[in-house]
């Protein structure tokens, strides 16, 4: 049986895990599968389409409704078609909801993908031990459990993305194992780096956990600051993990969910604070906060302690500031951007020009690191 594999990611940026699972699972049973993302083959006798973020299911639909028309049977799964099967079971398609067991026991099929992987992608565990009200993994993986993964490596790639949602929720002992198995990879000369990409729980580090990632390769270190729940925890994990040789952590920072910008401003702060430490360079990454239930395609919803003019303020800041949409800056840099304090981050954010003044400042900085270079070229 042919049967396509199709992600609706619309902007994807990473390999779609669950279809190369899905996929090695189907072809152990005889069937063919070919992978494709945002567009349908002309023929397959199944097609099955796999979701992510609920704000994409229109975009989604439209492919679904397009699928009807290519194959008798359409199945859909991911993560928004878990949430809200609604919006999919009104097209009269098959809706799986969460994990297929079947696909969960196999290793990604990474042939499927056009070109060799760049990395590989593995879960060492399922679930997390949080029920945090911004996230929906309590309701996807309601258990949290570890797993194998040396199976989902790719041959030949030399990192590891993990996606765990919780890594750090193990005991000593379950780390210390997945952190012998990644030495050892790297001392076989198979991989030279691990990626934490969902980020470490900064509260639940201790000394005896972070003495046992001493010397794993993990580029960067990531941790979430999403709340001011975790102050303390946050400067004191980075300080930790510092201690103990690594050098560059990024840090996911929630904002527009029942955050302040004043406080806003704090977390993002933190980690140019950290990075005037020997040895640290501490950058974060701004995660700007849309309802999950709501397939909300414009992506229009504002926090309640925030109005549509900051949320605004601020992403035109970002976009002039960043081309990656990371805040890494000295503390003069930040401050020229952002503000020298909360406060007068606050008023910023509510400049009815702020695009505009962004714009000035992008050029005044532009002219300005010119002329130092220009005047270093003359002095030599």
Sequence with gaps: MRIALIDTTKKPTC???????????????????????????????EIWL??????DIPHALGIVKEAKKRASVVKVGGVAATLLPEHFEREGVEVHQGLIPEA??????????????????????????????FCMVSRLEPTFHNREWLGDLAPGAKQIRFYDNNWLAKSVEDLGSDAGLIRGLVKAG????????????????????ADVLRGVPIKPVRFAFDGMQEDGHYQRAVRMMAARG????????????????????????????LSQAPGISASSFPM??????????????????????????????????????????MPEEFEYWYGKDADEFDRLLS???????????????????AGMGLEARLTE
């Design 351 to 369: 400049y009815p020009k702020i695009r505009q003044l962004a714009q000035r400042k992008k050029g005044a900085l532009r002219m300005r690191r």
């Design 246 to 273: 690594f050098r560059e952590f990024m840090t996911y920072v929630l904002y527009n969910f029942m955050d302040t910008p004043k406080d806003f401003y704090y977390r993002l702060r933190q980690s140019v604070e």
């Design 190 to 209: 198979r991989i030279t780096s691990v990626d934490f990409n969902q980020g470490l729980d900064c509260r639940l580090l201790t000394e005896e956990k």
């Design 104 to 133: 969960e026991q196999c290793g990604p099929d990474y042939s499927l993908l056009p070109e060799s992987p760049e990395y590989s992608i593995a879960h060492t565990s399922r679930g997390c031990i949080r029920k945090c009200k």
């Design 288 to 329: 700007r906060y849309q309802p999950i239930l709501e397939a909300d395609a414009g992506r229009d919803f504002v926090g309640k302690c925030w109005s549509r003019a900051q949320k605004k303020g601020f992403m035109s800041i970002l976009q002039l500031q960043s081309i990656s949409g990371q805040v890494s800056l």
């Design 50 to 55: 796999s979701t992510c973020f609920t704000f």
């Design 15 to 45: 390999y779609p895990v669950a279809l190369l699972k899905i996929g090695a699972w189907r072809q152990s049973q005889g069937d063919d599968c070919q992978l494709f993302t945002n567009r349908l083959p002309d023929e397959a006798d």
